[in-house]
């Protein structure tokens, strides 16, 4: 029950910050709960990391900013009671705050002291040159179907009938019908219907025999004859395609700068450590 009763009211701690940050004076108290205060000073510390979604969220809806404000005031108050009551006195209570206190101050301390080593774009292409098997690619093609299913104990008859219902879509198609609406009204497949029969890019040996052999020999922009597999008839376009090769940087240029930070931040917690290990000596006893 605690735990269900807290997390909520922390949440709305974080959901109130973001509309509030707007105040011009940030000495102003916002809400009194018992002998605590919260000012807009105090808020505004909260606001670092702050989602834009939720900003937007809470600028939004002002019933909001009161329901929350109503959840801090709350929090406050069980938090004064467990002080009056002395529990911020047990030793098990005072072994997680003091827990706590300490990854505060690690993650500020890493806050403060990293984050200088710029990320060129000359780490950038090594990162990339040295790691270029990680972005090699296939041969692909990007594909959208239309699926008519046709059950597993299906007869001849049933079989012939779905044939003949993809043959009269593909006639549509070829009048002018958009292969992406008729996907949404009459394919069976339902991961890719909504998306217009969309499958995106595939390699081989990521579809059926039939249907990866038809989608492979389909020119970009054309549409196939229909093709029977396991799962019914189907009709597949072709979109795109990409021969083997390798991602080109510019497509993977942010993924990597994101990657050599990490690096970068990873190897820069560690030089800190090797320093502080020399003014903290450590023994594993």
């Given at each position: 029950m605690q735990k269900k009763m807290i997390l909520p009211?922390?949440?709305?701690l974080l959901f109130l910050s973001a509309q509030l940050s707007m105040a011009a004076d940030s000495a102003k108290v916002l809400v009194t709960a018992g002998a605590e205060t919260l000012t807009q000073a105090e808020f505004e510390r909260m606001l670092v990391g702050m989602p834009p979604e939720l900003k937007a969220m809470m600028e939004?809806?002002?019933?909001?900013?009161?329901?929350?404000?109503?959840?801090?005031?709350?929090?406050?108050?069980?938090?004064?009671?467990?002080?009056?009551?002395?529990?911020?006195?047990?030793?098990?209570?005072?072994?997680?705050?003091?827990?706590?206190?300490?990854r505060i101050l690690v993650e500020e301390f890493i806050i403060r002291n990293t984050g200088k080593t710029e990320v060129t774009?000359?780490?950038?292409?090594?990162?990339?040159?040295?790691?270029?098997?990680?972005?090699?690619?296939?041969?692909?093609?990007?594909?959208?179907?239309?699926?008519?299913?046709?059950?597993?104990?299906?007869?001849?008859?049933?079989?012939?009938?779905?044939?003949?219902?993809?043959?009269a879509i593909k006639a549509g198609l070829e009048r002018g019908d958009s292969f992406a609406d008729q996907a949404q009204k009459l394919s069976d497949d339902p991961g890719s219907k909504m998306n217009g029969g969309d499958l995106g890019f595939f390699a081989r040996g990521s579809m059926v025999p039939?249907?990866?052999?038809?989608?492979?020999?389909?020119?970009?922009?054309?549409?196939?004859?229909?093709?029977?597999?396991?799962?019914?008839?189907?009709?597949?376009?072709?979109?795109?395609?990409?021969?083997?090769?390798?991602?080109?940087?510019?497509?993977?240029?942010?993924?990597?700068?994101t990657k050599v930070q990490e690096e970068n931040h990873q190897a820069e917690v560690e030089n800190l450590l090797a320093d502080l290990k020399k003014k903290f000596p450590v023994t594993i006893h």
């Open positions: 009211l922390l949440c709305g939004g809806q002002p019933e909001l900013q009161q329901s929350m404000l109503r959840r801090w005031a709350d929090f406050s108050i069980l938090a004064q009671e467990a002080k009056a009551q002395g529990i911020d006195q047990d030793a098990d209570v005072q072994g997680k705050l003091k827990d706590m206190t300490s774009e000359k780490a950038i292409q090594a990162y990339y040159d040295t790691h270029k098997s990680e972005y090699a690619h296939e041969e692909m093609v990007k594909a959208q179907h239309i699926l008519i299913k046709v059950a597993d104990a299906a007869d001849q008859k049933q079989v012939a009938a779905a044939k003949g219902k993809i043959m039939e249907f990866e052999t038809a989608a492979f020999s389909t020119k970009k922009g054309e549409i196939s004859a229909p093709v029977q597999t396991q799962f019914g008839w189907h009709l597949i376009k072709v979109t795109d395609t990409k021969a083997a090769g390798h991602t080109p940087l510019a497509e993977v240029r942010d993924e990597i700068k």
